[in-house]
């Protein structure tokens, strides 16, 4: 079974930054793209920003140009560095991964998401 464990959410006055973390474990044989994604309070869930594998990224239009998506293959682990925050960007923000591990003696892809950490921006 993978786990994605995220860290470094909390609450930050606007203008503000934060760095999110998140970390997979398991019987991984290599994780595909990674993504965040957030989930403010009544609206769906949203996509943030994603990277391939390769290190492809592309963010949301709200988010351009002040958060920066990033992974580090060896540790199995993503970062969303959060600059310029602003109140609207206070939400839930998840870890997604494309993963593939060893299940029952072969490999699977499998899609796995985290726990969530929460970000609150302060005016």
Known sequence: QVQLVESGGGLVQAGGSLTLSCAASGSIIGINAMAWYRQAPGKQRELVAAITAGGSTNYVNSVEGRFTISRDNGKNTAY????????????IYYCNAGVVEIRNLYPRASEYWGQGTQVTVSS
Do not use: R, Y
């Open 80 to 91: 969303l560095q959060m600059n310029s925050l602003k109140p609207e960007d206070t939400a």
